[in-house]
């Protein structure tokens, strides 16, 4: 009977764990967004009061709760449980193990697959000033039809395939162990030509996920 005490006090510390993570998360997809406090809580019919206690932990949002914020994050509702093979709050706080990287959807068109494009998230989370990705092209998929331009950097290293990048106006071609770096608010596109599935490792500065 001794026991019982300490073992309501690691369940209820593992709860509010829970409760945290799930709000780290909520902020961070939202910032990352580029919303507000109020924006997400109007686009998910919820008070921004309740909201905001939600994000720092001190509210457990029900599942119907949590359906309409991702909803109004534009993600899947898996995307704010990280997945981790041991549940280890304070590991999933700095490390992603390989086989448990969330992938990252730009659009609201259930990810970019239809670009031929597949992307996972490699940092812990989206709450930072920078962001490393891992970039999935198929021969012929690229980053869209027309160039992207943001605020911030973005480098990247060719991990394998051909890449042919397009920035401001001029046209590379990169080959494995290639790597690059330009401002963001440079017109850029990422394509596959070649005849390979292309990987590139990605960083950009700010962390941006609004849809393209």
């Not at 921004?48 to 939600?54: A, N, W």
């Not at 494009?117 to 869209?144: C, K, R, T």
């Not at 330009?182 to 596109?189: E, L, S």
Request: with cysteine; proline share 6%.
């Amino acid at each position: 009977m001794a026991d019982k005490p300490k073992s309501e006090a690691t369940a209820r510390g593992k709860s509010a764990g829970r409760n945290a993570g799930i709000g780290h998360e909520i902020r961070a997809m939202r910032r990352a967004m580029g919303m507000t406090l109020n924006d997400c809580a109007e686009a998910a019919s919820l008070s921004v009061g309740f909201l905001s206690l939600v994000e720092r932990g001190q509210k457990q949002p029900s599942l119907e709760a949590l359906q309409r914020i991702s909803a109004a994050l534009g993600v899947e509702i898996g995307w704010l449980f990280p997945p981790s093979p041991n549940d280890d709050p304070i590991e999933n706080q700095y490390i992603v193990r390989k086989g448990f990287r969330r992938r990252i959807d730009y659009s609201r068109l259930s990810g970019t697959d239809y670009l031929g494009e597949v992307d996972y998230l490699l940092s812990p989370s989206v709450d930072g000033q920078l962001a490393m990705s891992l970039m999935q092209f198929s021969p012929g998929g690229h980053s869209g039809d027309n160039p992207l331009s943001h605020e911030g950097e973005e480098v990247g290293y060719v991990l394998s395939g051909q890449l042919t990048l397009e920035v401001d106006g001029h046209t590379f071609v990169l080959e494995e162990g290639d790597s690059f770096g330009f401002p963001g608010h440079k017109p850029h596109r990422y394509c596959n030509k070649g005849m390979a599935d292309l990987q590139i490792i990605h960083t950009n500065t700010p962390v941006i996920m609004k849809a393209r």
